[in-house]
């Protein structure tokens, strides 16, 4: 499909959306000059020493700057082996881009679900990520095969500088992690800084992880009745952790795995699942916290109007504007493949969704969604024409309605 026949589609989707002239968007770091855009390509694969980009995050600087997250695959696209976290940086709202910057190397081992976060207070970009020593996969993780020092585990690191350097990973596994805990996720995608109630400034990381199955059963590590997420969460800008509400259910219905959150205009917190092998039907699970992420409301449920995605990582993201704004919802829409990425739109604080725009209909996988501004949203997210990894783009969107 052509970059003019996906705007014409593009510019089709009634509701939330409406396009944009289809200007293109260049790699360099150059200004814009008052031009606008509407898309542009800050990973290709195969470019800058990496085979494959994944796993995109991304987040608005305090100074208007716009980081790009994801991991750099060195090898392939698979998710183990030598995987660094790169990043680049936009200072134009995603139309340019500066060079490619190394946040952590792998240096053999993988790095990678990064979980940006602007602090509030500081205006510091806190990251947090996850590690595994490269020689082990992710089935031996789950059957317990690899040592302490081997598994997955959690790392915080910041920048002072609007993303240009960032401090080197610190170890915070022993605050994030229960012991029985095996597979352990960041995100991906962005984290969040509270804006309202008794826990306003707080950072809310989503995450997930995988438990060890009960004494006396079977221990094949690939039941999937053990997937959870939980939440992590920082009071003083990311300088110590602690774990928020977990979901232990492991009953095998409801199997919460890669978790997003968005907060929304009452208070709570809005948390977004994908369903890992569940046996409910639907793919895609929800729940809110009325207390900063500290306990759940309810426990994961199946949220039927988004019964359209796949088994696929999904971003929200509530838009600011006061008690009517909505909450936005991204990803693919085809139920049995990663194609055709969306968005949706919830105006009941996420009791339900509707489709309000088709991007394109090339395959597709993560995404991560961003506010640019009153009128304007971003959606960082993995597409090509071949296969969903052969690029992370990033498309500008105008918004309808009251983003404030």
């Given at each position: 499909?052509?970059?003019?026949?996906?705007?014409?589609?593009?510019?089709?989707?009634?509701?939330?959306?409406?396009?944009?002239?289809?200007?293109?968007?260049?790699?360099?770091?150059?200004?814009?000059?008052?031009?606008?855009?509407?898309?542009?390509?800050?990973?290709?694969?195969?470019?800058?020493?990496?085979?494959?980009?994944?796993?995109?995050?991304?987040?608005?600087?305090?100074?208007?700057?716009?980081?790009?997250?994801?991991?750099?695959?060195?090898?392939?696209?698979?998710?183990?082996?030598?995987?660094?976290?790169?990043?680049?940086?936009?200072?134009?709202?995603?139309?340019?881009?500066?060079?490619?910057?190394?946040?952590?190397?792998?240096?053999?081992?993988?790095?990678?679900?990064?979980?940006?976060?602007?602090?509030?207070?500081?205006?510091?970009?806190?990251?947090?990520?996850?590690?595994?020593?490269?020689?082990?996969?992710?089935?031996?993780?789950?059957?317990?095969?690899?040592?302490?020092?081997?598994?997955?585990?959690v790392f915080v690191q910041s920048?002072?500088?609007?993303?240009?350097?960032?401090?080197?990973?610190?170890?915070?596994?022993?605050?994030?992690?229960?012991?029985?805990?095996?597979?352990?996720?960041?995100?991906?995608?962005?984290?969040?800084?509270?804006?309202?109630?008794?826990?306003?400034?707080?950072?809310?990381?989503?995450?997930?992880?995988?438990?060890?199955?009960?004494?006396?059963?079977?221990?094949?590590?690939?039941?999937?009745?053990?997937?959870?997420?939980?939440?992590?969460?920082?009071?003083?800008?990311?300088?110590?952790?602690?774990?928020?509400?977990?979901?232990?259910?492991?009953?095998?219905?409801?199997?919460?795995?890669?978790?997003?959150?968005?907060?929304?205009?009452?208070?709570?917190?809005?948390?977004?699942?994908?369903?890992?092998?569940?046996?409910?039907?639907?793919?895609?699970?929800?729940?809110?916290?009325?207390?900063?992420?500290?306990?759940?409301?309810?426990?994961?449920?199946?949220?039927?109007?988004?019964?359209?995605?796949?088994?696929?990582?999904?971003?929200?993201?509530?838009?600011?504007?006061?008690?009517?704004?909505?909450?936005?919802?991204?990803?693919?829409?085809?139920?049995?493949?990663?194609?055709?990425?969306?968005?949706?739109?919830?105006?009941?604080?996420?009791?339900?969704?509707?489709?309000?725009?088709?991007?394109?209909?090339?395959?597709?996988?993560?995404?991560?969604?961003?506010?640019?501004?009153?009128?304007?949203?971003?959606?960082?997210?993995?597409?090509?024409?071949?296969?969903?990894?052969?690029?992370?783009?990033?498309?500008?969107?105008?918004?309808?309605?009251?983003t404030g």
């Amino acid at each position: 499909m052509t970059v003019t026949t996906r705007m014409a589609a593009f510019a089709s989707a009634a509701g939330l959306l409406t396009a944009l002239a289809a200007t293109g968007g260049t790699a360099s770091a150059a200004p814009l000059h008052g031009r606008q855009c509407a898309s542009s390509v800050p990973y290709t694969a195969g470019r800058d020493g990496y085979d494959t980009y994944r796993i995109p995050a991304t987040v608005t600087t305090r100074a208007g700057t716009l980081l790009a997250f994801a991991e750099g695959r060195h090898s392939g696209a698979g998710d183990t082996g030598d995987i660094d976290v790169v990043l680049r940086r936009s200072p134009d709202g995603g139309c340019t881009w500066g060079p490619l910057q190394v946040v952590t190397s792998g240096d053999g081992d993988t790095r990678g679900n990064p979980a940006p976060v602007v602090d509030p207070r500081s205006g510091r970009v806190v990251l947090l990520t996850s590690y595994n020593s490269g020689a082990v996969s992710e089935a031996q993780i789950m059957r317990g095969e690899v040592t302490a020092e081997q598994s997955r585990r959690v790392f915080v690191q910041s920048s002072r500088d609007d993303g240009r350097h960032f401090t080197a990973p610190r170890d915070v596994t022993a605050a994030t992690k229960l012991p029985d805990w095996r597979w352990y996720a960041t995100g991906p995608g962005h984290a969040i800084a509270l804006r309202h109630g008794p826990h306003a400034g707080r950072l809310v990381v989503p995450a997930n992880h995988s438990a060890a199955p009960p004494a006396g059963s079977a221990d094949t590590g690939q039941e999937a009745r053990y997937y959870g997420a939980h939440a992590l969460y920082s009071d003083d800008g990311g300088l110590t952790w602690h774990l928020g509400f977990v979901d232990d259910t492991y009953d095998g219905k409801d199997n919460a795995n890669e978790n997003a959150v968005a907060e929304l205009p009452d208070g709570r917190l809005y948390f977004s699942a994908r369903d890992q092998n569940g046996t409910s039907p639907g793919n895609r699970l929800d729940t809110y916290s009325g207390d900063g992420g500290e306990t759940l409301d309810r426990p994961y449920a199946v949220q039927p109007t988004l019964n359209d995605v796949p088994v696929v990582q999904g971003s929200v993201l509530q838009l600011t504007g006061g008690p009517a704004a909505p909450l936005l919802f991204a990803g693919p829409s085809v139920p049995t493949a990663r194609r055709s990425m969306a968005l949706w739109r919830s105006t009941t604080a996420g009791a339900g969704f509707t489709r309000t725009a088709t991007l394109s209909a090339d395959p597709a996988a993560y995404s991560d969604l961003v506010q640019l501004g009153p009128s304007r949203v971003g959606i960082l997210y993995e597409t090509g024409v071949s296969g969903p990894y052969e690029t992370i783009t990033f498309r500008r969107l105008p918004v309808n309605g009251p983003t404030g």
